[in-house]
């Protein structure tokens, strides 16, 4: 994220040093991109009435990369998933299973986007059988490392009398002088595209997107993380990297190498620094087979609107779309809001900054509390003021009002599963930059599973009653007037409504429980009788 003046949260002379060289080079005009297509099956579904799709609330996955599967997915898939791949495979046979138990409800484009994660799930299935199978008559040949041999015999091969002739040095030098239409000759998978899933909060797009990685087999290669930690796993690699002589490309070769499917969540670019990389970075992956299936609450020419330089980022849009089928989830039901809100971690009245000291006193069950110091993964500290053996606390100023990072934010949920947050205010044009990085903690928070103990000067629905879209302005000239600190800023005041229904989430018992299992499973019983017997969790002494 920027701050206020627009510079990188990396720094500014990380910024001078690791982007200047990875402005777009220059490339052959391309074809124009294909136009995004829809299915007769699609078509049809959205036809058709009724269907039979849905979900209710279900608790986002960790940010944790995962080679083959990806192991925080909600408690429906743990306790269901892999049984529903008796009767089928993909994520469509986790969804009718899902469905047909009550746990997820009904909505018919819920259902379009399965079908299109279905449809990519047989993609990938073919071109995995494409790429194991030999043409007929062609010999089984491995890599062998050698930089002008294509390939060589297995052993196997070396054995029989009647083996082929082996590929050898000057093989490897005639196959390059090899004329075009003999390249031709061999049949090529069709290029698989991904999906990029957009829509506002609460519509189900990581839950689904959950669901494939969920069903993918470990042959797909999946790695499933936040775009927050992607990023900042790709500047940590670019130091790594520093003295190669394209350090980015060498980061997106390492990361080709290890991943096919890049299941990519919440994709929203604020940072420059980010901006100015993302383009030459998915392009070098893309080039090298790399699929990508993302979920953002902005359609792809929105990405980064109003940002610093971003005509460099505008090229990763066109390909984006080029690449992904771009599918907007438009849909009105904020599934998160439908969850049992409780209110016993967020204190709001003239005793709030009174009753959350207590209630983190209570919550470190008797362990020592001190300052402690954590450890960022760029090398740098954060202070914490506060801290038992599992929670952490803050005053607001003290983790918003100065120039910390999601960096920070992920060291501090690495180390503790609870953060208690004295003092929000209600944002405005004075706490600009505050917003900005509350936006960023809500997130980490919430994709890292973290309890929040809050006090607030109000609601979370009136936090960000003061922020403005340029198109709310333009519609009701008078509202600036009416609001104290008004700011009119679209980036925000499109931002702030993921925030406020992740705070509404984070205070539900289900929370709690999706909380309990990650972090405090000696709660989870506790808290499941609890839901079980209507009763609030903080009658369970969970808060």
Not at 207 to 228: G, Q, Y
Not at 329 to 345: I, P
């Amino acid at each position: 994220m920027t701050t206020a003046a627009g510079l990188s949260i990396y720094g500014e002379d990380y910024l001078a040093k690791y982007t200047s060289a990875f402005a777009p080079q220059p490339a052959p005009a391309e074809a124009a991109p294909p136009q995004p297509f829809v299915s007769q099956q699609q078509q049809q579904l959205l036809r058709t009435q009724p269907l039979h799709p849905g979900q209710q609330a279900a608790q986002k996955a960790a940010t944790n990369s995962s080679a083959a599967s990806h192991s925080g997915s909600s408690a429906f898939l743990q306790q269901q998933g892999r049984a529903a791949l008796v009767t089928g495979s993909g994520p469509m046979a986790l969804y009718q299973t899902g469905r047909e138990s009550g746990h997820f409800r009904s909505d018919p484009r819920q259902r379009l986007t399965v079908t299109m994660l279905q449809e990519l799930y047989s993609d990938l299935t073919r071109e995995m059988a494409h790429a194991s199978t030999p043409l007929p008559g062609t010999p089984h040949l491995k890599r062998s490392g050698l930089t002008m041999t294509s390939s060589i015999a297995t052993e196997e091969m070396m054995t029989q009398p009647s083996a082929p002739p082996q590929h050898t040095w000057w093989g490897g030098i005639c196959d390059l002088l090899a004329p075009a239409d003999r390249a031709a000759a061999v049949p090529m998978a069709p290029p698989t595209h991904g999906l990029y899933m957009y829509g506002g909060v609460g519509t189900g797009k990581t839950m689904l997107m959950d669901l494939f990685v969920e069903s993918a087999p470990s042959s797909f290669k999946v790695t499933r993380t936040h775009f927050h930690d992607f990023m900042l796993s790709v500047h940590s690699k670019l130091r790594t990297y520093s003295k190669h002589p394209d350090p980015l490309l060498k980061v997106a070769d390492s990361i080709a190498a290890e991943t096919h499917v890049l299941a990519l969540d919440e994709l929203f670019v604020t940072d420059v620094a980010d901006a100015a990389i993302v383009n030459r970075l998915f392009t070098r992956l893309w080039e090298s087979g790399l699929v990508l299936v993302a979920t953002s609450n902005r359609p792809p020419d929105e990405l980064y609107k109003g940002g610093l330089q971003r005509h460099l980022f505008l090229p990763f849009i066109e390909k984006l779309k080029t690449h992904c089928q771009a599918h907007d989830m438009a849909s009105t039901t904020d599934y998160r809001k439908l969850a049992h809100t409780q209110r016993g971690l967020y204190f709001v009245g003239p005793e709030r900054d009174t009753i959350l000291p207590e209630s983190f006193v209570a919550l470190a069950h008797g362990s020592p509390i001190a300052p402690a110091e954590v450890e960022v993964m760029m090398g740098r500290h954060i202070h914490v003021p506060l801290a038992s053996e599992t929670s952490c606390m803050f005053d607001f100023q003290e983790l918003c009002g100065k120039p910390v990072s999601a960096a920070d934010y992920i060291a501090l949920v690495s180390r503790f599963h609870t953060l208690a947050l004295k003092g929000l205010p209600a944002f405005g044009a004075s706490t600009k930059s505050e917003a900005y990085r509350f936006v960023t903690l809500i997130d980490v928070l919430y994709e890292h599973k973290i309890r929040l103990l809050a006090s607030a000067v109000c609601a979370p629905v009136q936090l960000f009653e003061s922020i403005l879209s340029q198109s709310q302005v333009a519609a009701n000239p008078g509202l600036m007037a009416s609001l104290p600190d008004p700011l009119v800023d679209d980036n925000l005041a499109f931002s702030k409504d993921r925030t406020i229904s992740r705070l509404i989430e984070m205070q539900s018992m289900e929370h709690m429980i999706t909380h309990a299992r990650a972090h405090a499973p000696e709660l989870l019983l506790a808290l499941l009788e609890a839901q079980a017997k209507g009763l609030d969790f903080s009658e369970v002494g969970y808060a």
